[in-house]
């Protein structure tokens, strides 16, 4: 008896069944298995510094720095009484000397008693709005609000003048105040 070889027709068949066969296995265990988690990264986006083109204003005689818009002018001639300005602020700071040795709490501005209190950078400030401004002989001043703070017994007045509402910059403005040591 010969041996008989397979013909290559056969061979090639059960080839191609044996790869299609390992292939449908491949493509089963791949469904079968999860998928990896994609990793996500997440950066912080860097935020646009909001006083990035504002004015410094320190002053070691008073004591104090706040940032201001680069559009508003200082005039710090006057001894204890700084102020600022443009076409749409108008603000000053101004140091009252505690003469009668009364509280925060006590402090009268302009006759009007305080309405409120609100932080600024971890001073305690005593808030006082007027809606006719000051008002003396000749007529009454514009609107303000005015946030008063204490420190080495001195007031320190943050007046904003024409509202007694304060816009963002000026809440801006305000959030900037602090004393120098």
Same mark, same amino acid.
């Given at each position: 008896m010969k041996n008989q070889q397979p013909p290559l027709a056969y061979i090639i068949l059960l080839?191609?069944?044996?790869?299609?066969?390992?292939?449908?296995?491949?493509?089963? @265990?791949?469904?079968?298995?999860?998928s990896p988690t994609p990793q996500v @990264?997440?950066?912080?986006?860097?935020?646009?510094?909001?006083f990035a083109d504002w004015q410094t204003y320190t002053?070691?005689?008073? +004591?104090?720095?706040?940032r201001f818009p680069s559009s508003?002018?200082?005039?710090?001639?006057?001894?204890?009484?700084?102020?600022?300005?443009?076409?749409?602020l108008d603000f000053q700071v101004k140091l009252v000397e505690n003469e009668m040795g009364i509280s925060l709490e006590d402090?009268?501005? @302009?006759?009007? #008693?305080?309405?409120?209190? #609100? #932080?600024?950078?971890?001073?305690t400030a005593q808030v006082y709005l007027s809606e006719t401004g000051y008002c003396d +002989?000749? +007529?009454?001043?514009?609107?303000?609000?005015?946030?008063?703070?204490? #420190?080495?017994?001195?007031?320190?007045?943050i007046s904003f003048n024409g509202d007694t509402s304060l816009s963002e910059t000026e809440e801006q403005i305000l959030?900037? @105040?602090?004393?120098?040591?």
């Amino acid at each position: 008896m010969k041996n008989q070889q397979p013909p290559l027709a056969y061979i090639i068949l059960l080839s191609v069944l044996f790869t299609s066969l390992l292939f449908l296995i491949s493509l089963y @265990f791949q469904n079968q298995m999860p998928s990896p988690t994609p990793q996500v @990264f997440i950066s912080p986006v860097p935020t646009a510094d909001p006083f990035a083109d504002w004015q410094t204003y320190t002053n070691t005689n008073l +004591g104090i720095t706040l940032r201001f818009p680069s559009s508003v002018s200082t005039n710090d001639q006057y001894n204890q009484n700084v102020f600022f300005s443009d076409l749409n602020l108008d603000f000053q700071v101004k140091l009252v000397e505690n003469e009668m040795g009364i509280s925060l709490e006590d402090f009268y501005y @302009f006759d009007e #008693k305080p309405i409120s209190t #609100k #932080k600024i950078n971890n001073l305690t400030a005593q808030v006082y709005l007027s809606e006719t401004g000051y008002c003396d +002989g000749p +007529g009454c001043g514009p609107p303000y609000a005015a946030y008063v703070v204490y #420190k080495n017994n001195i007031f320190y007045v943050i007046s904003f003048n024409g509202d007694t509402s304060l816009s963002e910059t000026e809440e801006q403005i305000l959030s900037t @105040f602090k004393f120098i040591d």
